[in-house]
């Protein structure tokens, strides 16, 4: 049994099921199994974890300190994130016929309905065209109850084809934001789906 | 005593005076000690939390309605924290810092019913609780330990002597819970406020959980026999154990003190609820407040903000209607004619969403989101 | 035969420590430190002593975390002065935004055990950051504002955690291993000692040398003890001997 569970801990340490990888500066297609398509011009880092079934995660140095989160093709009636429980802690779902402007709040209501945030406030909302849709770009800031940090997001997001596209970037406001802004819109600018 | 703490209806006589108060507390023991150093730290964090609500008008309506229930000479102790948190809590920590959750603030229907929340915290405080919580979660988790291991090297099912011994535990912090009603129910019996508004937190918490279940199709827990593993006493038993203590205590409840106390910050907490999502308890609590107003336009707005969110087909076109009542009853803040607007173009009324959303841009042309609702209205022709 | 087979829960120890490596140290490339040239600012350390309760829960002790916390910014100040560099503990009083400087040091707690997670340790790492002579990490030059006002240019954060095994703890953990030994695997640990110690440059902002260490020895409550601490948190510290243009991570 002592040699077993010493060769467990090789096995785990050596040869992870699912580890992060890298995303070079080059074009990438299919983010977050969906259309998503970006050309990054610099290196990136993809989580193997997913928070929801249609998001895939990308940071610089770790999500404590800069994440950007892809949610690709999200349907009606489906959730941005996993819920931890269907019945008694829903969260909000993509409407059928949501307006652009029910996009920032979705967001929104999805963060709070987990209660996971505080002082959350939608500040600058801007229609704009990603990958020749009619999208909008909306800036935020939040507090997260288990961190106590003030984080501060920009994200754009569509309605194509009847599904919700949406790319967010989120990092503590104090240095990170600001830094890695340039590099989320510099993915932006180059976003079709 | 042993009667009242049995719940029955016996007006056992209750002192009329409390007794006197010692502000000076030093920890002794060791483990006190330990737990005084480590909330102090925390209360350090709390000091600088970005949760913490600065808003000194609230601030001090929170502390009166905390002096009037426990006395000048008791409140002097408690140092308040208000926390931007949505759900119903409030919390003291043994070195006199006492947490409240803008939730509470916001459930609490009068000064009294604030208080009788306060007022039971601070017993806690003034009981010594949390080193009596602290010692006995120490020795049942260490027995739990012992039993887990043994029980796994001599492969005999651990699971029930497990659930016994955390049962001990936690009945023994709900006993704690119960000293920590009736201490609060004298308090109030001092105080100016009536003593009944205790048990009608309780019963005012389990209606809303009832709305919340219900829209949501599960079954409500019925509030009674609390959980194995809960570690207050079911809000129902709650409710009648404080009924049944408070007897008849006349007071002023001070509902409109609190709605004065709250005016400034009550559609942004209410806001906040919405966004919940729970559509069934936020539609009682809005219910609740217009029950002791009136329907205002703030309470109009919530209502239907709470419609629209939820956005079925005949959710859109009772919202459009909320948002008109909230207009035509002003003042309503410009979000409303966003609202009615947006309401308005998902029902397919393209022409009137669009006449709102114009009144909106005219309103508040610096809004944050008005080159975005510009985009839905088309430019004006000649 | 208790003997035996504790010799034997012993060799699966040793092991999977081999495996998995619970020190790591981070320099920024082309960093150095020339002896007697730093001003250093302490920020306020985090420590935490107390003792772990047969059942785990953390019981805080304010003797010893006090005694600690006194000794380990004595040993600070000796080590550091015998390198020639002075140590100012930050005044947390003092002028300005009380609040920021909170917000650098949760801001720094969280960049911490980013590198923990994402750079040092397996398990969960990042491609970019797996890189050898690879350590780029930084708060940003406008953190000299909040530390940098009475002129140090170095800003020094410490945390560490010890919870040593109560009496009842370690027997449990006699009892464990024995369990094991009879193939139920029953997992204790008995006592917790972790921390790190961060060294950000004032002018830039940059994390120019992070230890980190999830097993250290020494009994803080003593001086003998928490100068071992401070010798293993400050393990690596750059200065004594210039590690030259390398720097990443080592060990």
Redesign the interface.
């Known amino acids: 049994?002592?040699?077993r569970?010493?060769l467990l801990?090789?096995a785990v340490?050596a040869a992870?099921a699912l580890a992060?990888?890298?995303i070079p500066a080059q074009p990438v297609a299919g983010i977050a199994r969906s259309s998503f398509a970006a050309r990054p011009e610099g290196?990136?880092?993809r989580l193997s974890m997913r928070p929801g079934k249609r998001v895939e995660t990308w940071?610089?140095?770790?999500p404590?300190?800069n994440s950007v989160r892809f949610f690709g093709g999200v349907l009606p009636g489906e959730p941005l994130l996993r819920e931890a429980d269907k019945?008694?802690a829903?969260?909000?779902k993509v409407?059928a016929?949501?307006?652009?402007?029910?996009v920032p709040?979705l967001l929104?209501?999805t963060y709070?309905?987990q209660?996971s945030v505080?002082?959350m406030e939608?500040?600058?909302?801007?229609?704009v065209r990603i990958g020749g849709a009619?999208a909008?770009r909306f800036a935020y800031r939040f507090?997260r109850?288990e961190?106590?940090?003030?984080r501060r997001g920009e994200a754009v997001g569509a309605i194509k084809g009847g599904k919700l596209y949406l790319v967010t970037f989120e990092a503590?406001a104090?240095?990170?934001f600001e830094?890695d802004l340039p590099k989320f819109r510099q993915l932006v600018a180059t976003l079709t789906f | 005593m042993a009667a009242m703490l049995a719940g029955k209806a016996v007006a056992a006589p209750l002192p009329s005076a409390l007794p006197p108060y010692s502000a000076a507390y030093e920890p002794r023991t060791v483990d006190e000690r330990g737990l005084w150093m480590q909330v102090d730290e925390a209360e350090k964090q709390l000091r600088a939390s970005n949760l913490l609500i600065a808003d000194p008008t609230l601030g001090a309506h929170v502390r009166r309605v905390l002096c009037r229930t426990v006395g000048e000479d008791r409140c002097g102790s408690v140092r308040l924290y208000l926390l931007e948190l949505p759900g119903f809590n409030a919390a003291m920590m043994p070195n006199g810092a006492m947490l409240v959750h803008s939730g509470l603030l916001l459930r609490t229907r009068s000064e009294a019913e604030l208080g009788a929340v306060l007022g039971h915290e601070f017993a806690h405080f003034e009981l010594r609780h949390s080193l009596a919580g602290f010692a006995r979660a120490r020795s049942a988790t260490d027995a739990i330990a012992w039993i887990s291991v043994l029980g796994a090297a001599s492969g005999a099912n651990v699971g029930a002597s497990v659930q016994l011994l955390a049962g001990a535990f936690f009945t023994f912090s709900r006993a704690l819970e119960k000293q920590a009603d009736l201490l609060g129910l004298q308090y109030l019996r001092a105080s100016p406020y009536p003593a009944g508004a205790a048990s009608e937190v309780w019963a005012h918490l389990l209606q809303e959980q009832a709305a919340t279940a219900l829209e949501r199709k599960y079954k409500p827990n019925r509030g009674r026999a609390a959980g194995f593993f809960d570690s207050h006493p079911a809000p129902a038993d709650r409710a009648d154990y404080l009924r049944a203590a408070a007897g008849d205590d006349p007071g002023d409840a001070a509902v409109a003190g609190h709605r004065d106390g709250m005016a400034m910050v009550r559609l942004p907490l209410l806001m906040a609820q919405v966004k919940t999502g729970d559509f069934g308890g936020t539609a009682y609590l809005i219910d609740a407040l217009a029950a002791q107003s009136g329907w205002t336009a703030e309470l109009l707005f919530a209502r239907a903000e709470l419609y629209r969110q939820r956005g079925n087909p005949r959710d859109l076109a009772t919202a459009a209607q909320l948002y008109a009542d909230a207009i035509r009853a002003g003042p309503a803040p410009p979000e409303a004619h966003r609202g009615l607007g947006l309401a308005l173009l998902r029902s397919g009324d393209a022409a009137g969403g669009r006449v709102a959303l114009a009144e909106y841009l005219r309103l508040k042309p610096d809004a944050g989101d008005a080159r975005l609702i510009a985009s839905l209205v088309p430019e004006d022709k000649p | 035969m208790l003997r035996k087979l504790v010799a034997v829960a012993g060799v699966s120890l040793a092991l999977a420590s081999a495996v998995f490596a619970q020190e790591k140290t981070g320099t920024r490339p082309g960093f150095s430190l020339e002896a007697g040239s730093a001003i250093i600012v302490l920020v306020r350390p985090e420590i935490s002593v107390g003792e772990q309760s047969t059942g785990g829960l953390f019981e805080p002790n304010a003797d010893w975390t006090a005694q600690a916390r006194e000794q380990i910014a004595a040993a600070l100040q000796a080590r550091q002065g015998a390198l020639g560099n002075t140590v100012q503990p930050h005044d947390e009083g003092a002028g300005g935004d009380a609040g920021v400087a909170v917000q650098y040091a949760r801001l720094f707690g969280s960049l911490a055990q980013s590198v923990m997670e994402y750079q040092f340790f397996p398990g969960n790492r990042l491609s970019t950051k797996k890189r050898r002579n690879s350590f780029d990490w930084s708060l940003g030059a406008d953190i000299k504002k909040t530390f940098g006002n009475t002129g140090a240019n170095y800003a020094l954060f410490v945390y560490t955690h010890d919870e040593y095994g109560s009496a009842g703890r370690k027997m449990l953990q006699a009892a464990g291993l024995i369990a094991s030994a009879f193939g139920v695997p029953v997992g204790v640990t008995s006592g917790v000692h972790h921390g790190y110690a961060g060294l950000v440059d004032l002018a830039t902002g940059d994390l120019v040398w992070l230890n980190a260490d999830l097993a250290m020895g020494g009994d803080v409550r003593t001086p003998e003890g928490a100068s071992r601490r401070v010798q293993q948190l400050l393990e690596g510290f750059p200065g004594r001997s210039a590690p030259g243009a390398a720097g990443g991570v080592g060990r």
Request: aromatic share 6%.
């Open positions: 049994m002592k040699f569970s010493a801990l090789f340490t992870p992060n990888s890298l290196e990136w880092n940071t610089l140095d770790g404590l300190l019945k008694r829903p969260l909000p409407q016929d949501m307006l652009i402007t029910d709040a929104e209501n709070r309905a209660q505080s002082r939608i500040e600058a909302q801007e229609p009619a909008v507090v109850h961190t106590d940090v003030e503590p104090l240095h990170f830094k």
